[in-house]
């Protein structure tokens, strides 16, 4: 099992910056796909950002250009730097990590932390 624990969340004006952090451990071995996926009240969970063990990484269209996603292999883990945030940014926020093995993705979750924007 992976174990993932967000942190950084909270209220921030819009226009601020937030920091999102998330540690795995656990049966790291083999994880090669990190990222960000949040869930606003009455909507779907969304993609946010991914990024893989090469570092390629990929964003929402909605948040390209104001957030970026970063990972230490070595600390295993990864980050979300929010920039410019506005109030349709509010959800909450879980980390992923993936696993893919012939073919099957194995994908564990965090426990997601609020990230409340105000305007």
């Known amino acids: 099992q992976v174990q993932l624990v967000e942190s950084g969340g909270g209220l921030v004006q819009a226009g601020g910056s937030l920091r999102l952090s998330c540690a795995a451990s656990?049966?790291?071995?083999?994880?090669?796909?990190m990222g960000w996926y949040r869930q606003a009240p009455g909507k779907q969970r969304e993609l946010v950002a991914t990024?893989?063990?090469?570092?390629?990484?990929n964003y929402a269209d909605s948040v390209k250009g104001r957030f970026t996603i970063s990972r230490d292999n070595a600390k295993n883990l990864v980050h979300l730097q929010m920039n410019s945030l506005k109030p349709e940014d509010t959800a909450v926020y879980y980390c992923?990590?993936?696993?893919?093995?012939?073919?099957?993705?194995?994908?564990?979750w965090g426990q997601g932390t609020q990230v409340t924007v105000s305007s």
């Open positions: 990024i893989t063990n090469s570092g390629s990484t």
């Open positions: 992923y990590a993936g696993r893919n093995v012939a073919g099957i993705v194995f994908g564990y």
């Open positions: 656990g049966s790291i071995i083999g994880i090669n796909i």
